[in-house]
């Protein structure tokens, strides 16, 4: 019973240091930005949370030997620290974006030596960039979107990924990358979620000689914007 209370009397008293030490960084950073340029403020901040969340996943990498560190998770700590609103930011997406883009690069790279392409070959390339294909059409029809998953979906098809070990590390990485922008977003008074986007992702706008071709023409009636385009007419007129 006494250590019960003691471990309870320790996981408050560690619950109150964490909530003071991030209120003196909100703090801090809400100071700053009264007194700082944002744009240099933003620069500061994205050095600063790259920097510690790289070196973080290096010492892990090192005492682990698992593959902690690839080009992918570069562009997805930018995202996560540049744009932490963002859903392309949101965990939700760069976790299964990720997830997808590895297994689709490394199921497609496995098909092709099945079909006998030699690694290197141009044949190979094309398989990659079917891959690559199936990705994007996959982000796009479920909304999970991320960038960065492209690039990890390319290194998996040209055969950097040697197996499921270093598929594991991969997305652990990711997993850990996005705890990462949780803790030192919300730290410093950032909203960054948990799991899902605060908020859709809205479709890219298409610019085209006639107008814009977006969402933001929603009100317009489908067959109206097609004729228009028929008879090359303006779409905001």
């Known amino acids: 019973m006494w250590f019960l209370n003691q471990r309870g ?45 790289i070196a973080i996943m290096g010492v892990a990498a090192y005492f682990t030997s698992w593959v902690f560190v690839f080009p992918s998770i570069g562009p997805s700590a930018f995202l996560i620290f540049y744009a932490p609103s963002s859903a392309m930011s949101a965990p939700r997406n760069t976790i299964l974006g990720h997830l997808a883009g590895v297994f689709l690069g490394y199921a497609s790279y496995k098909v092709a030596l099945l079909l006998g392409v030699a690694k290197g070959s141009t044949l190979m390339f094309a398989t990659s960039g079917i891959a690559m294909g199936f990705l994007g059409m996959l982000m796009v029809l479920t909304g999970i979107l991320h960038p960065p998953a492209a690039s990890s979906c390319l290194i998996a098809s040209l055969g950097f990924v ?13 997993v850990v990358m996005c705890v990462q922008g949780y ?55």
Do not use: C
Request: net charge positive; no cysteine; hydrophobic share 50%.
């Open 183 to 237: 803790v030192m977003n919300n730290l410093v008074g950032i909203k960054y979620p948990l799991w899902s986007p605060m908020e859709d992702m809205p479709l890219p706008k298409i610019k085209t000689v006639l107008g814009d071709v977006s969402e933001l023409q929603a009100k317009d009636h489908v067959e109206s914007i097609a004729a228009k385009l028929a008879m090359r007419q303006k779409i905001d007129e």
């Open 162 to 174: 040697k197996g499921m070990y270093q598929i594991l590390g991969m997305m652990g990485a990711v």
């Open 9 to 53: 009397f320790i996981i408050k008293l560690l619950d109150r240091i964490a909530w003071n030490v991030a209120k003196v960084s909100r703090l801090t950073f809400w100071y700053l930005t009264t007194r700082v340029n944002v744009r240099v403020l933003t620069a500061l901040y994205v050095f600063t949370a790259t920097v510690v969340s």
